[in-house]
């Protein structure tokens, strides 16, 4: 089996061959380890494309993510500043929905305009043409309600979800209708099969299960159904310890739940197996950046054996690696699934 046939089997709740294994998004680390940086790849499809291309060959990754790093350019596309930073994703320098007004004012068609978010499409639809035979190639973006924050600022989110809900539910309903914009075109031409998002912002260590359910859930499933008509798998990872809503997960509408590597990874398979795929949880820091190889591989072994050996699990980082991890410890990781065999 190829690696995107590896990726889709587990992502249909299948059994391939060997356990599925990828990092999450991975942008900070191939552009910062491919000697280039966010800004000069920005404008240059080319160079992201050859970037792309020549980091999936040297990762073995079996999903390629398009556009990792750039998730705040979708809200900068609408009348935002972008900072560029040495290292690491770029940031969007501060909110640009403060009233209803700013958000009636705002027009989603304007993502359609952008530079950057021009390039990234184009990257994607070069490299898919190159490697999307081997690899399953997506676009990454945030998911609904990590993009209302954006768009509004995180601790005004996290007030408003007290004080102003029913403006929360409008910020959120808007930012879904621009991810369903976002990728209709990419979806309809059969440019993608698998949308990627992160909705960090959801993170069990931010909201409440009973937050997430009243304002990310509904958003996250109206997003995935339009996925789902289309017959595209979505991959949504969400941070933080979300062991106390795995239960919820299934309703997302997600194939498959990326989990942060303080998720109980022996309650997720207790509770996910044969509902939905997951995927986990190495600890991006503390294992991937600071672990030696043999560390890498021994907490591999040890996820996989508690998780991973009857299918419906893609063996990932908690969370996407800082640009400095070792290129042994990547290795260390990726060998590690794909030597095991599951059939």
């Not at 499809?45 to 970037?51: G, S």
């Given at each position: 089996m190829?690696?995107?046939?590896t990726?889709?089997?587990a992502?249909e709740g299948?059994k391939?061959e060997?356990?599925?294994?990828?990092?999450f998004?991975?942008?900070m680390?191939s552009?910062?380890n491919?000697g280039?940086?966010?800004?000069e790849?920005?404008t240059d499809?080319?160079?992201m494309?050859?970037?792309?291309?020549e980091?999936?060959?040297?990762l073995q990754?079996d999903?390629?993510?398009a556009?990792?790093?750039?998730?705040n350019?979708?809200?900068?596309a609408?009348?935002g500043?972008i900072k560029?930073?040495?290292?690491g994703?770029?940031?969007l320098?501060e909110?640009?929905?403060?009233t209803?007004?700013?958000l009636?004012?705002?027009?989603i068609?304007?993502i359609?305009?952008?530079?950057?978010?021009?390039?990234i499409?184009?990257?994607?639809?070069?490299?898919?043409?190159e490697?999307?035979?081997t690899y399953?190639v997506?676009?990454?973006a945030?998911?609904?309600?990590?993009?209302?924050?954006?768009?509004v600022?995180?601790e005004?989110?996290m007030?408003a979800t007290?004080?102003r809900?029913?403006?929360?539910?409008r910020?959120?309903?808007?930012?879904?209708?621009?991810?369903?914009?976002l990728?209709?075109?990419?979806?309809?031409?059969?440019?993608?099969e698998?949308?990627?998002?992160?909705?960090p912002?959801?993170?069990?260590?931010?909201i409440?299960?009973?937050q997430?359910q009243?304002?990310?859930?509904?958003?996250?499933?109206?997003?995935?159904?339009?996925?789902?008509?289309?017959?595209?798998?979505?991959?949504l990872?969400?941070?933080g310890?979300t062991t106390?809503?795995l239960?919820?997960f299934?309703e997302?509408?997600?194939?498959?739940i990326?989990?942060?590597?303080k998720?109980d990874?022996?309650?997720?398979?207790?509770?996910?197996y044969?509902k939905?795929?997951?995927?986990?949880n190495?600890?991006?820091?503390?294992?991937m950046l600071?672990?030696?190889?043999?560390?890498?591989?021994?907490?591999?072994?040890?996820?996989i054996e508690?998780?991973?050996?009857d299918?419906a699990?893609?063996?990932?980082?908690?969370c996407?690696?800082?640009?400095?991890?070792?290129?042994?410890?990547?290795q260390?990781?990726i060998?590690t699934?794909r030597q095991w065999?599951l059939?």
């Amino acid at each position: 089996m190829t690696p995107r046939q590896t990726i889709l089997k587990a992502f249909e709740g299948g059994k391939p061959e060997r356990v599925p294994v990828t990092l999450f998004g991975g942008g900070m680390w191939s552009i910062h380890n491919w000697g280039s940086s966010f800004e000069e790849l920005s404008t240059d499809p080319d160079r992201m494309t050859r970037m792309l291309v020549e980091m999936s060959d040297r990762l073995q990754c079996d999903i390629v993510y398009a556009g990792s790093g750039y998730n705040n350019f979708h809200a900068a596309a609408l009348g935002g500043r972008i900072k560029f930073r040495e290292m690491g994703a770029p940031d969007l320098e501060e909110p640009i929905v403060n009233t209803e007004e700013d958000l009636a004012n705002l027009n989603i068609e304007d993502i359609d305009r952008d530079a950057t978010i021009k390039t990234i499409k184009e990257a994607l639809k070069r490299t898919k043409a190159e490697i999307g035979d081997t690899y399953v190639v997506t676009m990454t973006a945030w998911g609904p309600f990590t993009l209302a924050a954006r768009l509004v600022g995180e601790e005004q989110m996290m007030k408003a979800t007290f004080k102003r809900q029913d403006f929360v539910d409008r910020v959120v309903g808007f930012a879904t209708d621009l991810l369903i914009h976002l990728y209709e075109p990419l979806v309809d031409d059969g440019t993608l099969e698998v949308i990627s998002l992160a909705d960090p912002t959801a993170s069990g260590d931010l909201i409440s299960k009973r937050q997430f359910q009243r304002f990310a859930l509904p958003a996250l499933r109206r997003f995935t159904d339009w996925a789902r008509s289309k017959g595209v798998h979505v991959l949504l990872h969400i941070c933080g310890n979300t062991t106390d809503r795995l239960d919820v997960f299934p309703e997302t509408g997600a194939s498959c739940i990326s989990l942060d590597h303080k998720t109980d990874i022996a309650k997720a398979k207790e509770t996910l197996y044969g509902k939905m795929c997951f995927a986990g949880n190495v600890d991006p820091v503390a294992v991937m950046l600071q672990g030696t190889p043999e560390q890498v591989t021994e907490t591999c072994r040890q996820i996989i054996e508690k998780a991973g050996t009857d299918g419906a699990f893609v063996l990932m980082p908690g969370c996407d690696i800082p640009p400095n991890v070792p290129y042994e410890n990547i290795q260390a990781f990726i060998n590690t699934a794909r030597q095991w065999r599951l059939q």
